[in-house]
């Protein structure tokens, strides 16, 4: 079965230096949502959207933006990367359609800032 | 608030039992869940309760509800060394969407 693909797997940026973040949920999942985990930690919620619209916003800073497309694909932009914004970039999706409460994860990008 | 508390470790021998516990405070979530981290690796979701339910098994899992208490708890039978990994307790808080918020994880240990 397919599963949400998170693109690229691996990053690594410098300070200071912008990153976009790509994600592709489960076909005909309407609602994405990313979380941020940094080293030894649990994950946070950033921001939801469903149907292109954002649903839900958590502790995203300013520096970051996400947006939903038409194909239901995320990106997420991070810009004046700092040292600190190295972590585990998670996706989910889920459908409005059935169990919206089950979030499916996608891999997960690694993000480095040196 | 939304806040959702679990120990750190847990070490047992293979073949007894484990369990996890997990407090949460947000009495309005709607489901709660059990996530596997193993390293480096993405979150595996395990199992899931609604809310009004106080029981769920699941072949090795039981997944305890106790909602006067708020509290959650996972026993995996027959743990096996393979069980060895990060156990993250969640629970979904309605909002725009319904996102999920994550305990501190508990690093489960499985000695041979």
């Known amino acids: 079965a397919a599963g949400v693909i998170q693109s690229p797997r691996h990053l690594i940026k410098e300070k200071r230096e912008t990153a976009t973040l790509k994600c592709y949920p489960i076909?005909?999942?309407?609602?994405v949502y990313w979380y941020q985990q940094g080293p030894g930690q649990d994950p946070q919620f950033l921001i939801s959207?469903?149907?292109?619209?954002?649903?839900d916003k958590g502790s995203i800073p300013d520096r970051f933006s996400a947006q939903q497309f038409s194909d239901y694909h995320s990106e997420l932009n991070m810009s004046s990367l700092e040292l600190g914004d190295s972590a585990l970039y998670f996706c989910?999706?889920?459908?409005?359609?059935?169990?919206?409460?089950?979030?499916?994860f996608g891999p997960g990008t690694r993000l480095t800032v040196l | 608030g939304e806040d959702v508390e679990q120990s750190l470790f847990l070490s047992v021998r293979e073949g007894d039992s484990s369990v996890i516990n997990c407090t949460y405070t947000?009495?309005?979530?709607?489901?709660l869940y059990w996530y596997k981290q193993e390293p480096g690796a993405g979150l595996q979701l395990l199992t899931y309760?609604?809310?009004?339910?106080d029981m769920k098994q699941d072949q090795r899992l039981t997944v305890l509800l106790n909602k006067k208490d708020k509290h959650l708890s996972l026993r995996i039978a027959d743990t096996q060394t393979g069980d060895s990994a990060i156990y993250f307790c969640?629970?979904?808080?309605?909002?725009?969407?319904?996102?999920?918020?994550f305990g501190a994880g508990t690093r489960l240990f499985v000695k041979a």
């Open positions: 947000d009495s309005s979530s709607t489901y």
């Open positions: 969640a629970e979904s808080i309605a909002g725009g969407g319904f996102k999920t918020i």
């Open positions: 989910a999706s889920s459908s409005t359609v059935g169990n919206y409460n089950e979030q499916f």
């Open positions: 076909p005909r999942h309407d609602t």
């Open positions: 959207f469903y149907e292109k619209m954002q649903s």
């Open positions: 309760i609604f809310s009004n339910m």
